[in-house]
């Protein structure tokens, strides 16, 4: 997904600890909201998307999400 949300209904949530964790199903996707801490636990199949949208942020490019919404979870933006 590529867009910036401008919707009212988002809200920016900055959380000063985050941990990230690699769980046994291959394509998990677990990322809760929550004010104190970021909490993102991922499957194998995620990690690839992942460091790639990292090193999209070194080369000065963003604006994208990753994740299973269609679980509950949060996707996890990527903003330079």
């Known amino acids: 997904m ?3 949300p401008r919707s009212p209904e988002w809200a920016i949530i900055v959380p000063t600890v985050w941990q990230l964790s690699v769980g046994s199903d291959v394509s998990e996707w ?3 909201e929550t004010s104190e801490y970021a909490e993102l636990c991922v499957g ?3 990690l690839p998307l992942l460091a790639d949208s990292i090193r999209d942020i070194r080369r000065g490019m963003g604006d994208n ?3 299973d919404t269609d679980r509950g979870s949060l996707a996890l933006w990527f903003w330079w």
């Open 2 to 4: 590529r867009s910036v």
């Open 30 to 32: 677990r990322f809760a």
């Open 44 to 46: 194998m199949d995620w």
């Open 65 to 67: 999400s990753i994740g």
